[in-house]
C-alpha cells in the first residue's frame, strides 16, 4: 500500500494528567502515516484522486489544539478515528503523539505514543 506522510507537525496543546498542563498548555508533535492507493493520483495529476495535505493538516491542529484530554492515547485514537472518518480513501493510519516536555522528572528527549488504526472491511 502507498502512504502519505507528515512528519513533526508541531501544535499547542493541553493535554495531560496534572493540572498545569491543562492550564498552561505545551507542545505537541504529530507523525502521521496515511496508507491508501496512490496510483489514481499519480496517474491523472489531479487532487481530488488523493488527499489534500492542507486538510489533514487542519484536522490535525483542530483535534490537538481545540479538543482537550487528559491522555496523548486518547488524542492518537480521536485523531485516528477522525481521519478514516473523514478521508475515505485512507484505508490505515499510523499516528505518533510526541510530548516532548512531559512533567516527569528525568532526562530524555520525549516520550511519545503511536497507534495504528485501519478501516474496517465493510467502510472500504
Known amino acids: 500500500m502507498d502512504k ?3 512528519n513533526r ?3 499547542w496543546g493541553y493535554h495531560g494528567a496534572f493540572k498545569e498542563e491543562n492550564k498552561l498548555g505545551q507542545r505537541f508533535l ?8 496512490l496510483s489514481a493520483a499519480g496517474h491523472s495529476d489531479i ?15 483542530e483535534v490537538v489544539e ?3 484530554y487528559e491522555l496523548v492515547e486518547a488524542v492518537a485514537e480521536r ?3 477522525k481521519i478514516l472518518g473523514d478521508y475515505n480513501l485512507v484505508q490505515e493510519v499510523l499516528v505518533r503523539v510526541i510530548k516532548p516536555d512531559p512533567p516527569i522528572p528525568g532526562h530524555y528527549k520525549s516520550v511519545a505514543v503511536e ?6 472491511k465493510d467502510e472500504s
Open 30 to 37: 504529530v507523525d502521521l502515516e496515511l496508507y491508501l492507493d
Open 4 to 6: 502519505i506522510l507528515f
Open 115 to 120: 497507534i495504528r488504526r485501519a478501516r474496517k
Open 9 to 11: 507537525m508541531e501544535f
Open 79 to 81: 485523531l485516528a478515528a
Open 66 to 68: 481545540n479538543e482537550r
Open 47 to 61: 487532487l481530488a484522486d488523493t488527499v489534500n495535505y492542507a486538510e489533514i493538516y487542519n484536522t490535525s491542529r
